[in-house]
């Protein structure tokens, strides 16, 4: 069992508020980590995929007013939006009776349909908690483990597996499956070789600037359908998109955003590369490990940390910019591969227009050390436990 860090952060929420939902691409371990609590809180657990779990539903109020002691698991919750009202009436007689916190769990595999159910209904009862794919403070104890985990991605069953065919079998079924049900399922109706075909456009451009004319003249259809692809599966958590950072310098700025695939197994399966040698001599090898540091970073990152990146048109650029709640200033990380941490001349001249309070080249290695009196040299591990100790 792999410890999960969203574990105690689902305990605490469920502390502080009667309602949490819990966000996470599906196979992401969301069920396995709501049983998990529900063990440790005796819960009663009902997958909402399941027709017979539906059915006991069927009169909701009257089901679940049995159950106003002990925390209700609703899994799938999006599959069955007419639920919510309903919960909030639940919600708020138990508030009259005393019972204010830890009523029910709920579970969602596609972020924006489920925020939007849930805050027209739950707004002021609920708390949101998402959990990611594995990252390497969960998974990844030494180097060796990185590197597969960066290969395989964070989905545990494709990290686990047996080997590294095994694992692609996993991520070729997982894409699949988002294809043929998961699309329709949310009421798109995308042909699922149009979507793939995207999906895998998007991972050969990989942490590249959005140019949705392209990305459309590429599949003949209008950029606003390819902006509502975008929408569609970072709606679904499978992509990120990293917003460009607004400074107010007399620069001329980069407006487009960056589009990720989040996990770098699923690059890795779009492209079919199956392991460690074929990655290695891939084009998309830099802008793969990228991501993966991205990922990695904002898992730990706290709650409210907005990231962007900073690019002027003379070629100045900043990967990965977090402003992080309570810190005076932006930090900037350059991301390199390689054993070497020197950042480029474009790192120096984007720091001196933002200022950052903190500059970092998050590169391969693993010794932290200065590259000048400003920029620090770290490797990823080291990055994600400053990050986590608040910046120590």
């Known amino acids: 069992m792999i410890h999960r860090r969203a574990y105690q952060n689902v305990l605490k929420a469920l502390g502080r508020q009667a309602s949490v939902a819990l966000l996470g691409a599906r196979q992401v371990g969301k069920t396995t980590l709501a049983l998990e609590v529900a ?4 819960a009663v657990y009902l997958d909402l995929e399941s027709r ?12 679940l007013r049995e159950y106003e002691d002990r925390l209700v698991i609703l899994d799938e919750i999006h599959r069955t939006p007419e639920l919510f009202q309903e919960l909030r009436g639940l919600i708020d007689q138990g508030r009259r009776r005393g019972k204010r916190t830890g009523r029910f769990l709920m579970l969602g595999s596609a972020s924006l349909d489920l925020l939007r159910q849930s805050g027209e209904s739950l707004a002021g009862r609920i708390e ?4 990611d794919p594995l990252d390497i403070s969960e998974a990844a104890p030494d180097a060796r483990a990185m590197t597969a985990l960066w290969v395989r991605g964070g989905f545990p069953d494709s990290f686990l597996a047996e080997d590294d065919p095994d694992s692609m079998t996993f991520r070729r079924s997982f894409i699949r499956s988002y294809l043929e049900r998961d699309v329709t399922q949310f009421g798109r109706r995308i042909p699922a070789e149009t979507l793939e075909r995207f999906w895998t456009m998007l991972a050969h451009g990989q942490g590249t600037l959005l140019n949705a004319s392209k990305l459309a003249a590429g599949l003949s259809v209008s950029a606003p ?5 975008i929408d569609l599966l970072v709606d679904l958590l499978l992509v990120r998109r990293l917003r460009p950072f607004h400074a107010n310098v007399k620069k001329r700025l980069v407006k487009s955003p960056k589009v990720y695939v989040r996990d770098s197994g699923i690059v890795h399966a779009l492209l079919g590369i199956e392991d460690y040698d074929t990655l290695a001599g891939h084009p998309v090898v830099g802008p793969s490990w990228e991501g993966f540091v991205i990922e990695n970073l904002l898992a730990v990152a706290p709650p409210r ?6 690019r002027t048109l003379a070629g100045a650029e900043i990967d990965l910019l977090l402003e992080i709640p309570g810190k005076c200033g932006p930090w900037a990380i350059e991301i390199k591969r390689g ?6 001349k474009g790192f120096h001249h984007a720091c001196a227009d933002v200022k950052p309070e903190r500059a970092f080249v998050v590169y391969s290695g693993e010794e932290r050390y200065p590259i000048s009196k400003d920029v620090e040299a ?9 990050i986590d100790r608040g910046g120590e």
């Open 39 to 42: 063990e440790s809180a005796e």
């Open 225 to 229: 359908t390819v902006s509502g692809y």
């Open 339 to 344: 054993l070497s941490g020197g950042p480029g």
């Open 378 to 386: 770290v490797g990823l591990r080291e990055m994600i436990s400053i």
């Open 128 to 131: 949101y908690v998402e959990l």
């Open 52 to 63: 017979v779990d539906r059915e006991k539903l069927a009169e909701p109020a009257l089901y």
């Open 305 to 310: 940390t907005m990231a962007s990146f900073y």
